[in-house]
């Protein structure tokens, strides 16, 4: 028997995707919602919920007709929605694979055949990064592991990789499904993204995907891929399973100051590769 279905509202009033009752019942159970009505069932959330804004796609389509966009690639997942709306505005993807901040080995490795799957299955070509820099990735952000300050280390190096493979095969644009996860900090990924956007001469296509990260879900599930349970690193593999008691964590809300200076940072240690 299918379970009931319960709407939800944000502490503003506005209306969410519905969950199930069970959901309802633990949210409310938990303190995080209370009761509206009882029929229909309907809880109300004790926040409000950011939603993000849905560009005007009818519009956007044609914009982007047979341009080439190099997609960098973090994982199966967020391929997914990533590609669909890519494609939907027109850009000709192409996926790029490199992620180095991906431990250990074996694991890097499940989420590469990931997405070799997903991409299979939907006939996106891509381009493979040869080799596992790990040692790379740890040499930079050693001494600089707390998280966020690490992360911006992580979105540079592989930015940086995704600008250099555009700017040589004469894409129109590079772009990230970094930017579908409400777990990375997005506006650290735009401003080093047009940095080297700048700096490379290659456009970065920023837009706020998050939007997609439901339909992402259903997607994963559609195509059957691999979950990972952490980001990436060892660090977040720690503080996944530990969470505030490791030392690398920090608040995943920055600061306007942090977030420059961390910036800053990325880019410094860029020279050192
Ligand atoms: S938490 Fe994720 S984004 Fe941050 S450094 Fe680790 S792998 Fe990179």
Same mark, same amino acid.
């Given at each position: 028997?299918?379970?009931?279905?319960?709407?939800?509202?944000?502490?503003? =009033?506005?209306?969410?995707?519905?969950?199930? %009752?069970?959901?309802?019942?633990?949210?409310?159970?938990?303190?995080?919602?209370?009761?509206? !009505?009882?029929?229909?069932?309907?809880? &109300?959330?004790?926040?409000?919920?950011?939603?993000?804004?849905?560009?005007?796609?009818?519009?956007?389509?044609?914009?982007?007709?047979?341009?080439?966009?190099?997609?960098?690639?973090?994982? =199966?997942?967020?391929?997914?929605?990533?590609?669909?709306?890519?494609? !939907?505005?027109?850009?000709?993807?192409?996926?790029?694979?490199?992620?180095?901040?991906?431990?250990?080995?074996?694991?890097?490795? /499940?989420?590469?055949?990931?997405?070799?799957?997903?991409?299979?299955?939907?006939?996106?070509?891509? %381009?493979?990064?040869?080799?596992?820099?790990?040692?790379?990735?740890?040499?930079?952000?050693?001494?600089?592991?707390?998280?966020?300050?690490?992360?911006?280390?992580?979105?540079?190096?592989?930015?940086?990789?995704?600008?250099?493979?555009?700017?040589?095969?004469?894409?129109?644009?590079?772009?990230?499904?970094?930017?579908?996860?409400?777990?990375?900090?997005?506006?650290?990924?735009?401003?080093?993204?047009?940095?080297?956007?700048?700096?490379?001469?290659?456009?970065?296509?920023?837009?706020?995907?998050?939007?997609?990260?439901?339909?992402?879900? /259903? %997607?994963?599930?559609?195509?059957?891929?691999?979950?990972?349970?952490?980001? =990436?690193?060892?660090?977040?593999?720690? !503080?996944?399973?530990?969470?505030?008691?490791?030392?690398?964590?920090?608040?995943?809300?920055? &600061?306007?100051?942090?977030?420059?200076?961390?910036?800053?940072?990325?880019?410094?240690?860029? &020279?050192? %590769?």
């Amino acid at each position: 028997m299918t379970e009931a279905r319960v709407r939800v509202f944000d502490e503003r =009033g506005r209306e969410l995707s519905p969950c199930s %009752l069970t959901k309802a019942q633990r949210l409310v159970a938990g303190g995080r919602a209370r009761w509206r !009505e009882d029929q229909p069932p309907a809880i &109300e959330l004790m926040r409000a919920v950011e939603l993000p804004v849905r560009p005007a796609t009818s519009e956007e389509g044609p914009k982007y007709a047979g341009q080439r966009v190099l997609l960098h690639i973090c994982c =199966g997942p967020c391929a997914t929605y990533t590609v669909g709306r890519l494609r !939907e505005l027109g850009f000709q993807v192409t996926g790029f694979w490199y992620n180095p901040n991906i431990h250990p080995w074996q694991e890097h490795e /499940r989420r590469r055949e990931s997405l070799a799957g997903f991409a299979e299955q939907v006939e996106l070509p891509v %381009l493979w990064q040869p080799g596992y820099e790990m040692p790379t990735f740890l040499r930079l952000v050693a001494g600089r592991e707390r998280f966020r300050r690490r992360c911006a280390i992580c979105y540079a190096l592989r930015l940086q990789a995704a600008a250099d493979q555009a700017r040589a095969g004469g894409f129109d644009a590079f772009t990230t499904t970094l930017l579908i996860s409400p777990y990375q900090e997005q506006e650290l990924i735009r401003r080093i993204g047009e940095h080297l956007a700048e700096r490379e001469g290659v456009r970065f296509y920023f837009e706020d995907f998050r939007r997609g990260w439901a339909e992402r879900g /259903r %997607l994963t599930r559609l195509y059957n891929l691999y979950r990972q349970q952490y980001c =990436g690193c060892i660090y977040s593999e720690w !503080e996944r399973y530990q969470g505030e008691a490791c030392e690398t964590y920090a608040p995943a809300r920055l &600061e306007a100051a942090d977030l420059h200076a961390y910036f800053e940072e990325a880019l410094e240690m860029l &020279e050192h %590769l």
